[in-house]
Structures are given as C-alpha cells and as structure tokens.
C-alpha cells in the first residue's frame, strides 16, 4: 500500500506565520528564517530594472522588510489576511512599474513559499495540511466570513493542497496547553501579538482531547486592535522623537506663550506604514523651512539628520529593542549616536508603563469583556494562557493576570503555540 502523502501545520498569522511538520519527536516547526521558526507574514514585489517581459521577484519575510526599508522600489505587502473577507481579494493593486497583482495570489504565493520550506525540511511533497483561522474572520457578519475561509482555502488549494482542514487559533493555542492538563479547565486564551490582542474563553480537559470538532468549547471571543506595534510606537515618542523635537516649543517672543511644534511628522515616523512618506522630496523641502518653529535648534538639527539619511525605521526598531530590554531588564540605554554624537536617552519600567497605561488599561478591559461575554465572573476562569510576541512583555501580562486573580497563569511558547496545537490538531486528524 502506497504511503499517505505527508502533512502539514499553519499558522499564517497577520504579523507572523509558521509551519510544522512530523518529526521524530511529534510535530516540529520548519526553520523558516536562519535561527527562525517564525516568518514575518510579508511579500515585496520588487519592480527596479525589470525588464518590459520580466515579472517582479518576490521577496518574503524579513527580506522583503530589509527591501522596503532601504527603499528599494516596488510594494509591500503585510496583514494579507485582513483583506480574505473583503471583496479586495479577486482584485488586483498596482505594484509598480505598471504591473499588477491579484491580491489572493499575494496570499497563495506565500503559502507556497511556507510549504516549499516545509517541502525541502521533509524531503517530499505535502498534499494535507490544517491551516489555523481566527474565531471571526469578520466580526458580526457570517457570510462574509465563510467567504474568507473559502478565500484561503482557494489559495492553499491553489498550491497544491489536496485535503484542508481548518481550526480555530485560540482551539489551537488551547491545545497546545491541553496536552499537559490532568482536569477539565476554563483557559482564558490571551493572544497578543503585533497588530491585535486576541482573546478567548475555551473549554479543554482529558475527555475532549480527542474531539475533532472543538468550537462549542469556545465559550467567548473578543480583541483589541491594539498590540506590539503600538507599543513600539509609543515608546518612542516617549523617549526618542522628543530629542528631535516632538512635543518641544518653538522660540520665546515678548509677550505671547510659546507654541508646540508641529506634530505630524513624528507622528508618521513613529508609524511604521507612514515612515517612507517623510523621505518625499516636497515633505523633506517642507520640514527644512521648519527651522525657525523650533526654539532648541538641535532638535530640528537632529529631526533633519533623522529624514535626510532615512533613518525612521532604524530609531522605531531601537524603540522596540528598548522595550524588549525593559521587559527583560528593567531599564536601559538607547544609543542615538547615528543624530548627535554621544546622544543617548534612557528608557526604564515605569517610564515605558506611563507611555502604554492606556493602551494596557484597554487589552485588559478586554479581557474582563471576554469572560463576561461568556456570562461569567473572574473567579470563574481557572487559567490564563499567555501566547503571541508581545506577552514577553511583563507589565501587561501581570495586569491581565490581576484581573483574574484566582486563575493560574501560564506561558506558552510566545511565537510558537499556535502553531504547535495546529500540530497537535493534524496528528490527530492525519496521521
């Protein structure tokens, strides 16, 4: 009898995405990256020097990034998952250079770069696969949503999946916890990664391990689109961009109070998005006839330093350097030689929990949301089960924690539970 062709695990996150195959020690996730289980969830279609016949290369990942950021031209595609319950998916979008791309086969084409990774790791080709899919693709509407679904599944058909399977990424990031339960538990699921702050109210225990079908054991869903990146924002401009000038004052004059300086253009460099708007030519002209609305000079000096040698995305990639050393340390010091020699500012704790207070007061109130939702108390919670990229940082888990005070709180694998109980998930359907 011919063997079953193999199988696969993903999770195609919107900020990141990750495969697991068999292994001899159960499911494992595919190096996607050198040293990386995990791959930014981004394509960039790369259109300089094309010839008239030659197709955009397609860059993926931490690649595509480096090559948006050095400004290299062409598109960058991220959050890909936020269009599938959209009519934009049978569209097409310009990429530059008079060429176009549908978007559904922006998302099949990084499907198939995950499966030819996970290819190449397995040494054969991959027909089966279960993909991980959000509670609600959209919110309150499900056509729209089984359309999304069906979106996705086209993509991955498209590939060369043969046989889909879907589950739901809080059932995931809970069986991944369930495997090690001895009870039946009431696992309040906080996923909080770059672009939302996910949560769900879900059922697990030794009897239902076996179930296939597990969506009458979520109780409750609700987020937040407020996470990682908004952090990293507001860090820095608590404590970078004021040394360019954010919230300064512009000169004192006799008898009038002096004016904040203009915010916008920190405002878009604290944007990831927005960062490459303020390297236009007419935005650059603009800001340097800005020099007399500042009353310290070297803020504006340092500001122009900033945008003339485009380093916007390195100073938000220090800031989020700088709050992954707070939550680890406690404090640090970021170098900001490359504006002003020995330039430096400090970031500790508290500083970086006045910057966020809102932002956490708010995942948090969603939390409570969540299990009310459900029609139930605090106490009734007997886990919180942190996962995604931004539970490393410690201030929010412990506020979340303290909202539920009688529940147990437990770590899973940051970047990786998802995707492990997709695994978990694919054993048992296929294997």
């Not at 987020?223 to 000038?245: K, N, Q, S, W």
């Not at 405002?267 to 310290?296: K, S």
């Not at 990786?416 to 694919?426: C, D, E, T």
Request: net charge negative; proline share 5%; glycine share 10%.
């Amino acid at each position: 009898m011919p063997a079953s062709p193999a199988f696969c695990a993903i999770d195609f996150g919107t900020s990141n995405s990750a495969i697991a195959i068999p292994g001899p020690q159960g499911m494992q996730l595919v190096e996607l990256e050198p040293g990386r289980r995990t791959m930014p969830t981004a394509v960039f279609y790369q259109v300089e020097g094309l010839q008239p016949h030659e197709a955009p290369q397609r860059l993926y990942g931490r690649q595509a990034l480096a090559a948006y950021v050095q400004g290299h031209e062409g598109r960058l595609m991220r959050s890909m998952k936020s269009i599938l319950g959209s009519s934009l998916a049978q569209q097409s979008t310009d990429v530059g250079e008079g060429r176009s791309v549908r978007y559904l086969d922006v998302v099949s084409g990084y499907l198939q770069r995950l499966k030819a990774q996970a290819e190449a790791r397995a040494g054969q080709p991959i027909a089966r696969a279960v993909l991980g899919r959000p509670v609600y693709f959209v919110d309150g509407d499900p056509v729209r949503d089984a359309q999304a679904q069906q979106a996705l599944e086209d993509a991955a058909r498209e590939v060369g999946f043969a046989a889909l399977s879907f589950q739901y990424e809080p059932i995931a990031a809970a069986l991944d916890h369930e495997q090690r339960v001895q009870r039946e538990e009431l696992v309040l699921v906080a996923d909080i990664g770059g672009g939302t702050s996910d949560f769900s109210l879900v059922r697990v225990g030794p009897q239902r391990r076996q179930r296939l079908a597990r969506k009458d054991d979520i109780l409750a869903s609700h987020g937040v689109h407020i996470a990682g990146t908004d952090f990293d924002r507001h860090v820095e401009l608590a404590a970078i961009l004021p040394l360019c000038g954010y919230r300064g004052l512009g000169p004192a004059r006799a008898g009038s109070t002096p004016r904040e300086v203009p915010s916008r253009v920190y405002l878009d460099l604290a944007t990831w998005h927005l960062i490459n708007t303020v390297y236009a030519p007419q935005r650059l002209a603009e800001l340097r006839r800005m020099r007399d609305f500042y009353g310290d000079p070297a803020q504006h000096q340092r500001l122009m330093r900033v945008v003339e040698h485009q380093l916007g995305h390195a100073l938000l990639g220090q800031a989020e350097a700088a709050k992954i050393a707070v939550a680890e340390g406690g404090s640090t010091a970021i170098d900001l030689g490359a504006l002003e020699a020995g330039l430096a500012c400090g970031l500790d704790e508290h500083q970086a929990v006045q910057a966020l207070d809102a932002d956490l007061g708010r995942i948090v109130q969603a939390a409570r949301e969540t299990v009310q939702m459900a029609g139930l108390g605090a106490d009734a919670v007997d886990v919180v089960y942190f996962t995604g990229g931004s539970t490393g940082f410690k201030p929010l888990t412990e506020r979340i924690a303290a909202a539920f005070p009688t529940a147990q709180a437990l770590h899973g694998d940051r970047d990786a539970s998802v995707a492990q109980g997709l695994g978990v998930h694919a054993q048992r359907l296929f294997a």
